[in-house]
C-alpha cells in the first residue's frame, strides 16, 4: 500500500493549509487514517486521525484549528489547518491502517512526509 501526501508549503501566521493524502495498492478496507507532524528536534507526534466511520480525535494543540476528513471512496484523507502558528512548523505524515485483499492481512503504511512551514 502507497501513501502519496501533498498539499504541504510555505504560508504566514494565520494563514490557511489543505494537506491531502491517497493511498492505493492492495486495499480492501481502510479502518482509519492519520496525519502526525515532525517538527526539528522533536518527537513525531499526532495531530488528528479519523476512523471510517467518521469519529475524529485531534491533538490539543491542533483542536479547533484543523479538521481532518476522509473520503473512503477515495482512500484519501484531508487536513484543513487554519489559523496556522509558527508552532505548525514540521514535516506532516499521513498513515493508514486497514486490511488488505486476496490475503486480509491487516496493514499499516506511511506516506513519505510533506513539509509546513510557518513564518511569523
Known amino acids: 500500500v502507497q501513501l502519496q501526501a501533498s498539499g504541504g508549503g510555505l504560508v504566514q501566521a494565520g494563514g490557511s493549509l489543505r494537506l491531502s493524502c491517497a493511498a492505493s495498492?492492495?486495499?480492501?478496507?481502510?479502518?482509519?487514517m492519520s496525519w502526525y507532524r515532525q517538527a526539528p528536534g522533536k518527537q513525531r507526534e499526532l495531530v488528528a486521525d479519523i476512523a471510517r466511520g467518521g469519529s475524529t480525535n485531534y491533538a490539543d494543540s491542533v483542536q479547533g484549528r484543523f479538521a481532518i476528513s476522509m473520503v473512503n471512496a477515495e482512500n484519501t484523507v484531508y487536513l484543513q489547518m487554519s489559523s496556522l502558528r509558527p508552532e505548525d512548523t514540521a514535516v506532516y505524515y499521513c498513515s493508514a491502517n486497514g486490511v488488505l485483499t486476496t490475503t486480509f492481512n491487516t496493514f499499516v503504511s506511511w506516506g513519505q512526509g510533506t513539509q509546513v512551514t510557518v513564518s511569523s
Open positions: 495498492g492492495r486495499i480492501s478496507r481502510i479502518n482509519a
